[in-house]
């Protein structure tokens, strides 16, 4: 990575001062392609529906600019990536901001959605069915989803995966697109495609979710702190610089981050989650008023009854059901 070409070539990195952590950063390629094919593809979504007269929310689009494709960028591009191969706290809080807050980011943006209403009636047919096919539906499923990001954390940290990323540069890219991955077959269903989720994933179930969820994503932080063993051990006892704290304190700093970010995250998320809960009870209740607007409706005037009178039409008139139907069919009526 340019984070040890840099070291090699100054013979050291300086001591990481809060100055240092808020203003260098380096450039990674792959990285930046990403950021701008995401950014262009939502930013020509967005033109389009514009060019029809249609608008997209601006707090959506600031959640995929700043907080999606910003926390891709303070992962891949920052000081954290420049110091993350001296220092292990650095990598712990760059892989949560990719496969927790990151994902987060993007799904508040509801790229999908917005592909569909953007796209032509043919190519947002095959989005829908992509998004609705069986190995999406089984990737994207709750349970399976969610043992993914705490499978990837575990196998990042307790196999060679780890260490071998930090000495191969595109294996570490490839990493990073994994925890993005991996966060996003999670949050992006609960948060944007709900066909995509079983017919049981209501919205009670799916706060029920996150906040397990929230508790799951404690656990690679909790296990790292109290790890024994050190992670990337014989890396980073070899390229910790003088200033860096003690390799066994840099790591149990790593899982504390680990488990304050992954804490903090799971309360926006939680709450996304009772805000479109609130939206869409309120759109049921519309609807329940609107039909009982229909069935409550006034009966036509009948012969011989005063005009003030005012009727209201049986049930089993207005009744779309079977038992309404059988009703309307019966002799007499």
Known sequence: MSGMTLSEAAGGLPELTTGRLLSVWQPDAAALLLIVVLGGLYGWG???????????????????????????????????????TELFWPAAVQNVLLDLIAPLGLALGDPLRLGVLA???????????????????????????????????????FTPYFETALRHGPLHELMYLQLLLAGSLFVLPVLTREEALPAWCSHPVRAALVFVDGLIDAVPGI?????????????YLHHAPAWAPDVHRD????????????ELVSLPFLLAILVQWSRADRAQRVVLDRRLDVELAPAAPIAGRPEDTELVRPWWETDGGTVGQRMRQRPGD
């Open 46 to 84: 967005v033109l389009r529906l514009r060019r029809r007269g249609e608008r997209w929310p601006l707090p959506r689009i600031a959640a995929f600019v700043f907080l999606g494709l910003g926390s891709l960028a303070v992962a891949t591009m920052s000081a954290l990536a420049v110091y993350d």
């Open 119 to 157: 796209l032509p009636e043919r190519g947002a047919g095959r989005l829908k069915g992509a998004m609705s096919g069986r190995l999406v539906r089984f990737l994207t499923f709750p349970l399976v989803s969610t043992g993914l990001v705490l499978a990837s954390e575990l196998c990042i940290y």
């Open 223 to 235: 296990v790292v702190m109290t790890h024994s063993t050190l992670i990337a051990g014989s890396w």
């Open 251 to 262: 790591q149990q700093l790593g899982g504390g981050a680990m488990i304050t970010i992954a």
